[in-house]
């Protein structure tokens, strides 16, 4: 008997391609559209949020002669991730609403879907590759998409298909062409955050936590050593390494370094004030089997970054603390911290602040 | 996979032999417009006035109190806000009704409100009936419009719309039924109950998708929702949809004839399924199930530990169609607006579960429900445990 899969399609090229992939190899197919948000909460009658979407989704289903369900996972998603998302803002960090998304949605709550329909597998559109039970890099490495992936439950991956991970997206939209799937072979994709659709994120942060938010209130733009240099009006508007939007008449390009939500002050200064050596991370999540102190590990503090050289200095429950061999710029609280080794993803965890690096040897008393 | 099985009757039904038969001729020879003088014209306006009478005669009504409408929404909006419109005038100002009507319904009055009406709704007793006290305490001299449904869509419970009607109609209250479930399973008479309006559709009696009716007691005015022609007294201007209101008249006949051997037959069909549910899922709860009067066609059941898109992707898989609360435009559920107000726990709505029996349900149908449900049941109920096994 084939064995069943079951697929989050979100009516894009990727995930439209994975399941006609799935139903080519001879897997019983069976599509999902996760409903996650609705724009308008103030029309809770009006048509939801992202038709189009669902209906690609459901032609390419038709297309593809496989059942297509839309499945409304709106208020976990609420909770798990866009609530979390306009709190990390407030507590002055950046969050990444995908991670949070892979892990808890798709990764757990689709699963419970899947589940229940005797699904063996669940299939996403990611371009990342899970080999023996490991998540590797997607082949793709423009679009590698692993560093999303990081907290997803170890267990998960054994019943985790990604078919277009081992494609590159040229070749994801010549099967689109190849398999007659003319809906969705040539859409765009978005950057931006699904229910971020104006690239705005003040706006939700406003819509869930009121307009006069400290977090989106004037404060201070002010330098290292205290000196206020201007002010800004909402420190939720910056991260780390962020130049736009900062006060100008500096002789050096000036930064975003800290962001301090208890005193709302942004603070600014020269590149080398982004430079860390070290990372502190919590939540740490392990795709492999737990690392000790003192190995050594690759890692990328944001999406597109290259990998650096780093060591385990401390593990402490789910925190973990790396010394990286050179500096790395911008390590911004509320993004990721993604291990690897090479191509395969060890695990991640949520980067808390940069660190000082390694101890300075002791210094011996003469 | 054997035959698959339909159990959302309450949803739609599939049209009639007899039904379709009757409406072929009107969309060939017989084609003309029932306003055009020649024969073609007078042809198609005999059959659309035979199938007036008709239409009123199931009910006990007028000719002239049938409206044909393009189906249940319509005419509930024709119902309650054609009626309020109609009486703004006077001094009454609240339009009454209850929380677990059919969205048509709600929503119609939430427009009324946004016109000026006071939006009033009845508590809803847990067994899914209209709690009295609140009725007659919400129902009073300023009250222009009650409506209240008799059937409800989702849970099959029954209104005591004789009494809450006559009640309405002491206080000088028009009195509006949404009638679409009860329609074909009830006798309606409206020589017997003061009804003022009542909503009639007729996909859900073996008839197409887009006719329906709308009774409409002679002296009631109502202002009409469309400008237009003359057609139908000016209450709903638009050239009659001739081919469909013989349809409609046909299966609302065939309905009516049948309606206690029918009743019978699905109300024994859903008391085995119950039965066999209650037996194999001891902890399942049928919802509205304490009330003193029930449809035949409906189960609502909730089993806890269970979400409703999971259970309707497993039975949709297993060939067995069901459906869960409202489903809005992209198709996802949202939870049930009755279930809440009859005060049933978050949870157990999200789990609820509506088959609704009729016209293809057979014996053999019942038996498989009854031993695929509590396999998918036990399913997703492991699905905690199994997930990460």
Redesign the interface.
Known sequence: MKERVLVAMSGGVDSSVAAAMLVEQGYDV?G??M?LFCHDDDLP?R??C??DS?NDA?RVCQQLGV?H????LESAFGSDVVENFVNEYAAGRTPIPCVRCNTFTKFRDL???A????ARWIATGHYARVVDAALYRGRDHAKDQSYFLWGI?R??LSRMLLPVGAQTKVETRAVAHRLGLEVIAEKTESQDICFVPDGDHTKIIRQKLGADTPSLSRGDFVLSDGTVVAQHDGYARFTIGQRRGLPGGFRVPMFVVAIRPHDRAVVIGPREELLGRGVVAREMNWLVDPMSVGATVEVQVRHRSSPARAEIVRIDGGEIELALDEPVSAIAPGQSLVLYDGEKVLGGGLIERAAGGRAPLPVRAA | MPDPIYLDHAATTPVREEVLEAMMPYFGPRFGNPSSMHRWGRDARTALDEARERVAGCIGASADEIVFTSGGTEADNIGVLGAWRARRGEARHAVVTTPIEH?AVL?AVHQAGREGATERFVTMLPTGVVDRASFDASVDADTSIVSVMWVNNEIGTIQPVAELAAHAKSVGALFHTDAVQAFGKIGIDVRQVPFDLLTMSGHKIGAPKGIGAAFLRRGTAIEPLFHGGSQDRGRRPGTENVAMVVGFARAAELAVAEREEEWDRLERMRIRLETAILERVPDAVIHGRGAPARAPHVISVSVPG??S??????L??RGIGCSAGSA???????PSHVLTAIGVAPDLANAAIRMSIGCLTTDACIDRVAEVFPA?VA??R???T???S
């Open positions: 069976v999902a559209t409903k009658d048509p939801c992202s038709l669902v459901r059942p369900y839309v499945l409304n699963l419970h879907k589940d229940a329909i005797d439950d267990r998960v | 969205k929503a269970t979400d898109e999971s259970m309707l992707m497993a949709d898989l809005c435009q992209s198709g996802s559920i949202t998918l399913k997703a492991g699905q905690a199994a997930a990460l």
